[in-house]
């Protein structure tokens, strides 16, 4: 029962993180360059929600579509200043622009809400249920529940609307895109608000419990990234395997001792089964998969025309 209770804290974990690797790839695949400031997009996100709360005393749920719209714009904002006028040079020049906005963004953060950690409200409340022996939050129900209906919602889009086609076919070959006369620019602009949004809402449901401070957006990104290059480059459905993996690794690596007590009595089990030892064992699991499939878990090996 032990097991069942930090998989189901894993994947509640896990499926916020896949929001923000979502995030991630959508830019990526649209734009053919990393978005560095996803991270402080998180962050961003978390403080948009405290922002909220100070002027509407509401549950975070209530709070969410007007994170998604703040978000979702910060995001076109960010297209149309730290990509479009970059569009045409190096790819270097758009790494270089979205660390200039991240500093921005962790600056702003600092100036308006200060160095200390803080919170968002709750989704729906802070409360438990109880099923069986497994213990269900409010707020972590509440987070899985959101995260897969923007998930499933995400996919519907692409697959069944004529918007997901064509943000598909702009992903795909921004040209022949162009030629059928799809305007490739609104879309991307759209892109980057979908992808921003998620980032978004992705800090609005983890900083409840985890708090937020300007700083934080590092630690985002890193995840984000390590999702997506396991998972597979570009791959949505690697990015969301990637996340899932990285959650499970966090939650469940520090309590081995506690789901197989043998392992307690291991020499140095207090420093080896500790989050921090999680972290190491789990990058170095990282570059051994990525040496044996350089294209990640979930990505196609590129064939190169000779």
Same mark, same amino acid.
């Given at each position: 029962?032990?097991?069942?209770?930090? !998989?189901?804290?894993?994947?509640?974990?896990?499926?916020a993180?896949?929001?923000?690797?979502?995030?991630?790839?959508?830019?990526?695949?649209?734009?053919?360059?990393?978005?560095?400031?996803?991270?402080?997009?998180?962050?961003?996100?978390?403080?948009?929600?405290?922002?909220?709360?100070?002027?509407?005393p509401?549950?975070?749920?209530?709070?969410?579509?007007?994170?998604?719209?703040?978000?979702?714009?910060?995001?076109?904002?960010?297209?149309?200043?730290?990509?479009?006028?970059?569009s045409?040079?190096?790819?270097?020049?758009?790494?270089?622009?979205?660390?200039?906005?991240?500093?921005?963004?962790?600056?702003?953060?600092? #100036?308006?809400?200060?160095?200390?950690?803080?919170?968002?409200?709750?989704? #729906?409340?802070?409360?438990?249920?109880?099923?069986?022996?497994?213990?269900?939050?409010?707020?972590?129900?509440?987070?899985?529940?959101?995260?897969?209906?923007?998930?499933?919602?995400?996919?519907?889009?692409?697959?069944?609307?004529?918007?997901?086609?064509?943000?598909?076919? =702009?992903?795909?070959?921004?040209?022949?895109?162009?030629?059928?006369?799809?305007?490739?620019?609104?879309?991307?602009?759209?892109?980057?608000?979908?992808?921003?949004?998620? !980032?978004?809402?992705?800090?609005?449901?983890?900083?409840?419990?985890?708090f937020?401070?300007?700083?934080?957006?590092?630690?985002?990104?890193?995840k984000?990234?390590?999702?997506?290059?396991?998972?597979?480059?570009?791959?949505?459905?690697?990015?969301?395997?990637?996340?899932?993996?990285?959650?499970f690794?966090?939650?469940?690596?520090?309590?081995?001792?506690?789901?197989? @007590?043998?392992?307690?009595?291991?020499?140095?089990? !207090?420093?080896?089964? =500790?989050?921090?030892?999680?972290?190491?064992?789990?990058?170095?699991?990282?570059?051994?998969?990525?040496?044996?499939?350089?294209?990640?878990?979930?990505?196609?090996?590129?064939?190169?025309r @000779?």
């Amino acid at each position: 029962m032990l097991l069942a209770q930090l !998989s189901l804290n894993a994947l509640i974990l896990g499926a916020a993180y896949a929001l923000v690797a979502i995030g991630f790839v959508l830019i990526l695949n649209a734009t053919g360059a990393v978005n560095f400031a996803q991270g402080d997009l998180v962050m961003v996100g978390g403080f948009c929600g405290v922002g909220l709360a100070g002027y509407l005393p509401v549950s975070g749920l209530v709070l969410l579509p007007l994170v998604a719209v703040i978000m979702g714009l910060l995001g076109m904002a960010i297209a149309l200043c730290a990509y479009f006028p970059l569009s045409r040079r190096p790819p270097e020049a758009m790494l270089i622009s979205t660390i200039a906005v991240g500093i921005i963004l962790q600056n702003g953060a600092n #100036l308006l809400f200060g160095p200390d950690a803080k919170a968002p409200p709750a989704l #729906l409340g802070n409360g438990d249920w109880r099923v069986g022996g497994l213990v269900l939050s409010q707020q972590g129900m509440a987070v899985l529940l959101v995260a897969i209906l923007l998930v499933g919602s995400l996919q519907l889009v692409f697959s069944k609307t004529q918007l997901g086609r064509r943000l598909r076919a =702009t992903a795909q070959d921004r040209d022949v895109a162009s030629a059928l006369g799809i305007p490739v620019n609104t879309m991307i602009a759209a892109t980057f608000g979908v992808g921003v949004a998620l !980032s978004g809402i992705a800090g609005l449901l983890l900083t409840h419990t985890f708090f937020v401070t300007p700083t934080d957006g590092g630690n985002y990104m890193l995840k984000a990234y390590i999702a997506v290059v396991l998972g597979g480059w570009g791959s949505l459905p690697g990015a969301v395997a990637g996340a899932l993996l990285i959650a499970f690794f966090e939650v469940i690596f520090p309590s081995l001792p506690v789901v197989a @007590p043998f392992l307690a009595n291991v020499p140095g089990a !207090s420093e080896m089964f =500790t989050q921090t030892a999680s972290t190491i064992v789990f990058d170095c699991l990282v570059l051994v998969v990525l040496l044996f499939r350089p294209q990640g878990l979930f990505g196609e090996a590129m064939q190169v025309r @000779p």
